[in-house]
Nanobody, 113 residues
Framework: QVQLVESGGGLVQPGGSLRLSCVAS????????MTWYRQAPGKERELVAH???????IYAVSVKGRFTISRDNAKNTVLLQMNSLKPEDTAVYYC???????WGQGTQVTVSS
């Protein structure tokens, strides 16, 4: 059974940093691309970052240069380092395996002073 469990969300001031983690199980993690999405209140879910099985990355324009996606295949974990956070980054962040179409439960990130 595929499982994705996110953690690391919280409340942070503008300009601050957070690191999100997603631990995967139920599939051969190293063989799959992984993605982070987010959904703000009243808005559609949007792609934030993507990392291929080989480590190539793609970012949304709104986060490029501030967020970094990475993976640790030994720990079945995909990470999202978020720096220079802005209030508009406030959202629930979800981990996803795009090939298996599996989603985590999400972790709330709130950027506010």
């Amino acid at each position: 059974q595929v499982q994705l469990v996110e953690s690391g969300g919280g409340l942070v001031q503008p300009g601050g940093s957070l690191r999100l983690s997603c631990v995967a199980s139920g599939f051969t993690f190293s063989s799959y691309a992984m993605t982070w999405y987010r959904q703000a209140p009243g808005k559609e879910r949007e792609l934030v970052a993507h990392i291929s099985s080989g480590g190539s990355t793609i970012y949304a324009v709104s986060v490029k240069g501030r967020f970094t996606i990475s993976r640790d295949n030994a720990k079945n974990t995909v990470l999202l380092q978020m720096n220079s956070l802005k209030p508009e980054d406030t959202a629930v962040y979800y981990c996803r395996n795009p090939n298996l179409d599996s989603w985590g439960q999400g972790t709330q990130v709130t950027v506010s002073s």
